[in-house]
C-alpha cells in the first residue's frame, strides 16, 4: 500500500461516551471441571537457547510462530531460534544509518552501539514478513525479515543448522525504521495494519495513539509519516491497545472503546466506567485479547467480555476473580486463558457463566517476572520463560488419551472417553485437536468409534471377558444410537449379529455364559428403547429366554424383527388375547377380523379354532384378560386412533377413516352381513340350535348391536357414548380427498350419522325383546336422552317420540348413572328442547321424584318466579341451583313481573313469612336488598323476628345506609333502631354513632330519652349540639366532667376531649357565649376545690384549668368587657366563693404565669419568622441581581463567543459603564445582549427571538427551563 492510501483518513477521534451494550454481570460458583493437566499437557525444556541468550542480558518477551519463535532481550536485540534451538537471526535495534561509520560489522560491535533497552512486546506482520518491537525507552524498531541485502535471509529459507557455529560470526540484521514519537513513555500497544508491512499503530500511556506509516523517498530510502488517531481528555491515560482487522480496540482508565482504521477514522463504540487509577496514580494491572468478533479485556480482578461485538446479538458479560489478572489471551472460541497473579492458568468459558474448566499451576515452573511478558499462548502450546530454561507445554491430542486406555485393556473407559469427547457440553475440544462443532466432532471421532468397538469385543470374547460384554456393548450401542440416529438401525443390527455368531463360534464350556449375558443386555437394552430392531434370529433368541418380556419385545421393536408364529403361540398358550389383536393389527393391518372374532366369541361364549385367538375357554382366570367384554376398548381404541391397548396412534390416517367405516357399519347393520366379506356365509349372533345350525330367519333386526347391548349394557354404552361424539358420525362428507380416494379399499363402504344411531335406538325401545333385559332398556333410554340433547341440532325425533322418551327417562330409578350423569340432570339437559304435552302432569311427576333442580329449570325456561321463590323456600339454605341464587330470582321478579299481579303479591307474602329464614341464609347484606326489592314495608318484619338484637342491629344499619333520605325511612323502624342501638353499644360507640347519624326532631327526642336512661352525658351533649342546644350541650359537657372526677381511676384523655368539646361548642355559638364560659370554668373550678386533697386529680384539674384559661383570655382579650364579664359571672358563684382564698390565689398565680408564656413562646416564634422571611427576601433580591452562573462560552445556538477570553472587549466597557450606571448599550451591540438560565446555559438574546422566543417568556433549549427562571 502506497503511503498515499485513503486509509486512516479524516480527524483523530474524540474519546467520548456513547451508548453502551447492556451487560450481564456474572458471579462464578462452579467448581472445576476435573480435568488433570498434567495429564493433558506434555513439557519440554529448551535448555540451550538460554545458554545462547544470556550474553543479552536474558529473555525479556516471547512471540512464538508456527517454525520459530522470537525473544526479546534486556539488552534490546532479538533472536529468532527455530525449535531445534538454533539460532538464525539475531535483530538489532539499530538502523543502517545508525551505525557509527568506525564501527565494524562484527556482531559484538554492531551489538555494543545498538540500543540498549528491554525490549517489551514483539509483533510481527500478517504475512510473516516484517517484525515489530517495543522498547522500555519508548523506542520502535521495524526489521524487515526478507532483507535481501543481508546474508542472513538464506537462515530463514533453509533448515541449516547453524547453532553449532559460533554466534560471533553471524551478521545481525538491521532495522529498517527507528520510531521515536514515543521516547520517554511507556508503550501500551503496538500492531501491525492489515495487509500494511510498515503500517503500525502505537500507543502510550500519556494518550497518543499514532499511525506510524513506513515508505520510501524519492531516493529509495525509507521513511515513515506519523497521524494522531486519538485524542483523549487529559486526565486519562492508555492502558492498552489492542488492533483485529480493521477494529482497534481502546482502554483508558475510564472507557473502553473501539475505532474502525478502514479508509476513514470512525468511532463505533465507546463505554465509560469509573475511573480505575489510585490516588498515586499507579497503572493497574491490564490485558486484552480479540478472537474474531469477540474480545475480551481484564482491569485488576475485573474481566469484561463482549461477545459477537459485530452481529445484532452482541452481549457483555463481566465477572470479577478473586485475584488480580496479569494476562488475558484466547484461547478458543469459548475459551478464555487468565493468568492470575498468583501463577495459575484458569481456562474458563465465559459463555457458561464463567466456568473454570481447567486450572493449570505454572507457580511450580518458577515464571520470570513479571509472569505476562513470559508467557504465551500460540495453537495449543504454552511457551513459559522461567528462570532456569525456556519450556514448551503441548495438550496432547485425544487420540493419544484414547490408546492409553486401549494399550491397558480398559475398552470401556475408552468408550466412555470417546462419549465425553462427543457431548456437545465438553469444554476443551479445540484443546484436544478436535472439533468445536458438535456434530463435526461425532463425525470425527465416528471410525475410531466403530474400530474400537470390535477390537473390544473381540478383545473380551477372545479372553473370555464374560462380566464386561454386557458394559461394551451397552454403551457402544447407546453411543451409536446417541450419535448417529439415522445410522444406527442398521449399524447395531450388524454389530449384533456380528457378536451372536462370534458368540456362537466360541467353545461350549463358555458359549452358554456368553450367550446369556449377550441375551440379557439385549433384554436390557430394548427396555431401555436403545434398541427398536432385532434379526429375526435374535428376536427368537431373547423371547425363548425371556418369554415374561413378549409385551416388551413386540412394543418396543419394529415388526420386521417379530417371529410371528413364535409370538402368536406364546400368546395363544398364555390366552393373551390383547397381545394377539395387536400382533395382528401391526403385522395384517386389519382391524375388522379382531372385531368380527370376538362377536363370534360373544355369540358363543368361548373361542374355538380362532385364526387369532386360537382355542379360549371362558371359564379361564379372569386375570388373563380373556373375557370377551374387551371388545368395547378395542372399538373405542379404534374411533380414537389408537393400536389397542396401547396408547400408540395408527400411524395412517386413511386406515382410521376405514377402520371406523368398516367397524361402525357391522355394528350399526340392520341385518346379518356376509363374512368373510365376499363369501357366502353369514355372520349369525344366534347361538346353534339342536342340529348344530343356526336358525336362518330368526335373526333380530340390528343383530351386532343388540348382541353387544345384551351382552353387557353398561359397557355397551360407555362405549357408545364415547365413539358417537366422534366427528366421523357427522352428517357432512369427510373433507380429506385422500380419504376419498380410498373408500373403494374398504371392505364395507357405508356412512353412519347420529341420525341412523338414534333411529335404531327408537326401533329397539318399542320392540318386546328389550322388555326382557331391564338394565339394557334402562341405559337405552338415559343413552337416549343424553344422546338426543347433546346433538339436538342434528337429530330429529316426532313430539311423540321426544314425549315418550321424556315420559320413560322420568320413570328410571334414582340409582342409575350415564357418563356420569343422574336421571335428574338427564331431564334438566333434554328440558332445552323438551316442552311438555300437559305441564301439570310433568310438573306433578318431577315433584313425585322429588326433581327439584328439573322442576327449578323448567319454571326458569318459563318465567315462573313464583314457583321457583316456592322452590327456593322450601329449601333451609334457599339453595336449589348453583348457576341460580335466590337474590337473581327475585331480582328478575322485580324486574320483569307486574308488582299489582297476584302473583307478585303472594311473592311479598312468602317474603313477610319467611322472613326469618331469608335472614338466616342471605344474613344481613342479601337479606336487606332481597326486602327493599320485594317491597320496602317488609322491613318492618325485623321488629317481630325472631332474630338476636345483634343481627337486627347489623339489618338495620344496612337498612339506613341503603335508605339515608329520612323521607324515605320508617319512624317506627327508626325509632327501634335506635332503642337497639342505645342498647347494644357501649358508651363510646354510641357516642361515634350519635356523631354519624342524621336526626331529625322526632329522631332526637327518641334518643335524648333513651341516653338519658342510660346516663350516656357525651353522647347526650353530641345529640344537643346536632339539634344546635348549646346550653345543653355545655350542662352535659359539666356532668361528664364532674362523673369524670368520680371515678377511681379515670383516664386524662377523656377529660381533655370532655373539655375540647365544650370549648368548641362556645366557639360555634354568637349568643350567649359568655355563660357557657362561666359554665365550664366554674365546673372545672368547683372541681379543684372539691379534690384538692386527691394529688392526681387536683393536678389534673390545675393543668386542664390553666389552659382553659389561656386559650379564653387569647380569645377574649380584644374585648376586655367580656372577659371580665366572664371573670366575673365565674368568681361569683356561691360555691367557689366558699372556697378558701388561698387555694384560688395559687391557682390563678399558674394561670397567670402559664398565660405569659406562652405569649412570650408566640411573640418569639414571630419574631424568626420575620427574620428569616426578609433574609429569604434579601437572598432572592440579590440573586436576580447578580444573575446566573454560565457554563459554556460559546452560544449554544450560534456557536459565537458569550463571554470570556475572545470577546469583544468592547462589550465589557460597555457592561461595567452600565453597571455604574454611566450610559446604556450602543445599538451595534445589542445583538450581543444574552439570556443566561437556572440550568447554567446561555443563549444569545437574538438567537433565541429567531427561533420564535419572545421577552414574555424564553425557554432553555437543552432543558426546557422558562424564563421564571432565568
Known sequence: MSANSPLLDGQPIHFNEATSISESSLTNTKTPLALESQKLINWSPLNHVYSIISAYGGPSCILPTNSYFVLGTIKGALLIFNYKEFLQVILLPQTKDEIPSTVQTSLLNRFATSLHSKVMDIVMSYDGTHLAASYESGDVYLWNLNDTTNKQQQLLTEDNPVGNTNQRSLTPLSAILHITEHQGKEITGIDFLPNRHTGLVVSNVTGNVLYHNGHRTGFWNMTYSVKKLLIIPPNEVILNTKLNGDKLAILTNTKFGLISVQNSLQMIFEEKFESILTNNLTIPQNSMSWMSDNIAYSVKNKITVYLNFERPNKTKLIWNYTEPILLLQWFAPNLLGLLTVSHQLLIVNPMENFNIVMTIDLLIHDLLIPPNKHFRWYRNKLFLLTNYSFKVGKFVSWSSL????????????????????????????????LSINPEARKLQLKEP?????????????????????????????????????????????????????????????????????????????IKSKTIQSLSPMLFQATLQKYPASLKTLILSLDKSS????????????????????????????????????????????????????????????????????????????????????????????IKIYLTKQDISYILFSGVDVT?????????????????????????????YFKLLMIFNPSEFYKMLSEIVDDGFFNDEEMPNSEVDKNIQNSQLGVKITRQHVMDILLNIIKEEEITKHSLAKQLTIAFMGEFLAKYCKEI?????????ITKKICDLPDELILKGKTIEELIIDLLNLYVPKDPEIFITQLKARNFKKSLFFYYKKNQKYLEMIQLFL????????????????????????????????????????????????????????????????????????????????DYLESYFRINVDPKYQNQELKKYYIRLSCKLRNDQELTQWVKDIELDVSDSNNLIEELIKLKNYEALSEVHHKIGNYSQEITFITKCIHEWFKESDPDIDNLNRYVNTGIGSILSVHDQKESYWVKLVSCLMKEFCTHKDDSDKKIACNNILQRVFVRLILIERKNDDNLYEILAGILDDNEIIMTKSKNLKDLFVQIFVSYHLEEAISETLLKIIQDSS?????????????????????CEICGKKLWGVGLNPEIFHQWEDKQRGLASAPEELSDERMIVFKCCHGFHKKCLNNLGQHDDKYECLLCNINSNDN
Open 1174 to 1194: 426578609l433574609g429569604m427576601v434579601n437572598h432572592y433580591q440579590k440573586g436576580l441581581k447578580e444573575g446566573w452562573t454560565i457554563h459554556n462560552s460559546e
Open 874 to 953: 322450601s329449601e333451609d339454605e334457599l339453595k336449589v341451583m348453583k348457576e341460580d341464587s335466590f337474590q337473581s330470582v327475585i331480582n328478575a321478579a322485580c324486574r320483569y313481573m307486574d308488582k299489582n299481579s297476584s302473583d307478585f303479591i303472594k311473592i311479598k307474602s312468602l317474603v313477610k313469612d319467611n322472613f326469618d329464614k331469608i335472614l338466616k341464609a342471605l344474613q344481613v347484606g342479601g337479606s336487606v336488598d332481597v326486602i327493599q326489592g320485594v317491597d320496602p314495608t317488609l322491613h318492618k318484619a325485623i321488629m317481630v323476628s325472631t332474630a338476636k338484637d345483634k343481627l337486627k342491629l
Open 562 to 653: 417379530w417371529d410371528y408364529d413364535l409370538l402368536v403361540h406364546m400368546c395363544q398358550k398364555q390366552h393373551d388375547v390383547k397381545t394377539l389383536i395387536y400382533i395382528w393389527n401391526i403385522s395384517f393391518n386389519d382391524y375388522l377380523t379382531p372385531f368380527i372374532e370376538m362377536l363370534k366369541w360373544i355369540r358363543d361364549g368361548s373361542v374355538t379354532h380362532s385364526s387369532i385367538f386360537g382355542t379360549i375357554d371362558c371359564s379361564a382366570d379372569d386375570n388373563t384378560g380373556t373375557k370377551p367384554d374387551l371388545i368395547f376398548g378395542y372399538i373405542s381404541s379404534c374411533f380414537n386412533g389408537l393400536q389397542y391397548p396401547t396408547i400408540f396412534p395408527i400411524d395412517s390416517k
Open 402 to 433: 484414547l490408546l492409553k486406555r486401549v494399550q491397558k485393556g480398559d475398552y470401556i473407559d475408552a468408550l466412555s472417553l470417546l462419549n465425553q469427547f462427543a457431548d456437545k457440553s465438553f469444554p476443551i475440544p479445540t484443546l484436544l485437536s
Open 449 to 525: 468409534f466403530n474400530n474400537l468397538t470390535f477390537a473390544a469385543l473381540k478383545f473380551l470374547l477372545n479372553n473370555n471377558k464374560v462380566d464386561s460384554i454386557e458394559g461394551l456393548i451397552s454403551t457402544a450401542l447407546q453411543l451409536q444410537v446417541e450419535w448417529f440416529p439415522n445410522e444406527s438401525k442398521e449399524v447395531i443390527l450388524q454389530f449384533l449379529d456380528i457378536t451372536w455368531e462370534t458368540i456362537l463360534q466360541q467353545s461350549k464350556d463358555i458359549t452358554k455364559d456368553l450367550q446369556d449375558v449377550f441375551l440379557l443386555t439385549i433384554n436390557k437394552l
Open 796 to 804: 330429529f325425533v316426532t313430539n311423540k317420540e321426544l314425549e315418550n
Open 675 to 703: 363374512w368373510p366379506v365376499g363369501g357366502k356365509d353369514k355372520l349369525k349372533t344366534l347361538p346353534t340350535n339342536g342340529t348344530g345350525n343356526r336358525g336362518q330367519n330368526d335373526e333380530p333386526a340390528f343383530p
